[in-house]
C-alpha cells in the first residue's frame, strides 16, 4: 500500500504570496492532520480534517487555512506569507479521528519564504 | 515565551549497545503515545505505540514503557545500529472527550542518537 504523499517537496515564495500544498492520504484513510515543523517550536499541530469537515484546529492564524476532498484528499493554504512561514510542512494520516489511531507523516513540503 | 531555538537533547552510542530515550509528556489524560523516528529529509517514521491501559509494549528491537505516575515514557532499543541514527520523537494524545482530541498529536522537543560503528 503507497503511503501518504505530498506535492511539492520543495517550494520558494517570496513574502506576501500564497502557497497551496497536497496531501494524499494512505488508501482508506480518511484523516488527514497537518503540522508545521521548525527548528525553533518542533512540531506543531495545524489543523484535522475528516469526512471533509475540520474536526479540530490548532493555535495558527487565519492565514492557514486547509480542506478536504470527497476522495480525502487534502490541501492547506497559506495567505500572505511571512518569513516565519519558512518550514517543512508535514501531512499525516489515519484511518479513523479522535481515540488511538496511528497516524503515519508523508515526507513533507519544506517552505521557503524569502 | 517563545523559545529562541529547541536545544534538543543528544544521545551518542556505540553499535551494538542498547540505548534508551525519555520523554516526559505533559497530558495526565493522555491515553495514547506514540515513538516516531525521524531521518534527516524525510517525514516522522512511526516506530511503536502504547495505549494507556498498559505499562510495556515490545516490537521488534524496541520497547516502550509507560509511567504514568509520573508521566514518563521510555524507548529502548536492542543492538543499536548506525541505521538507527536520527531524530526520535514522542508523542501523546488527549482522550476524545468534548471532541478537543480530533487528530491532534503533541510533540515532544525530540531527542537525537547518534549511533557510531
Redesign the interface.
Known amino acids: 500500500k503507497a503511503g501518504v504523499t505530498q506535492t511539492p517537496r520543495y517550494l520558494i515564495k517570496t513574502r506576501g504570496q500564497q502557497v497551496t500544498l497536497s496531501c494524499s492520504p494512505i488508501s482508506g484513510h480518511r484523516s488527514v492532520s497537518w503540522y508545521q515543523q521548525t527548528p525553533g517550536q518542533g512540531l506543531q499541530f495545524l489543523f484535522e480534517y475528516f469526512s471533509e469537515t475540520q474536526r479540530n484546529k490548532g493555535n495558527f492564524p487565519g492565514r492557514f487555512s486547509g480542506r478536504q476532498f470527497s476522495n480525502s484528499r487534502s490541501e492547506m493554504n497559506v495567505s500572505t506569507l511571512e518569513l516565519g512561514d519558512s518550514a517543512l510542512y508535514l501531512c499525516a494520516s489515519s484511518y479513523l479521528t479522535g481515540g488511538a489511531e496511528t497516524q503515519y507523516f508523508g515526507p513533507g513540503t519544506r517552505l521557503l519564504v524569502l | 515565551g517563545?523559545?529562541?531555538?529547541?536545544h534538543l537533547p543528544t544521545l551518542s552510542v556505540q553499535e551494538g549497545d542498547n540505548s534508551i530515550i525519555n520523554c516526559a509528556y505533559s497530558n495526565s489524560a493522555s491515553?495514547?503515545f506514540?515513538w516516531?523516528k525521524q531521518e534527516s529529509?524525510?517525514?516522522?517514521?512511526?516506530i511503536i505505540?502504547i495505549?494507556s491501559n498498559m505499562d510495556k509494549r515490545q516490537g521488534q528491537r524496541v520497547t516502550v514503557l509507560l509511567n504514568k505516575t509520573v508521566k514518563h515514557l521510555s524507548l529502548q532499543i536492542a543492538a543499536t545500529q548506525p541505521g538507527d541514527s536520527a531524530v526520535y520523537?514522542c508523542?501523546e494524545?488527549p482522550p476524545?472527550a468534548g471532541?478537543?482530541?480530533?487528530?491532534?498529536?503533541?510533540?515532544?522537543?525530540?531527542t537525537i542518537l547518534t549511533v557510531h560503528p
Open positions: 517563545e523559545s529562541v531555538g529547541l491515553d495514547y506514540i516516531y529529509g524525510k517525514g516522522p517514521q512511526f505505540d495505549r520523537f508523542a494524545k476524545r471532541g478537543t482530541s480530533y487528530g491532534k498529536l503533541t510533540f515532544g522537543q525530540g
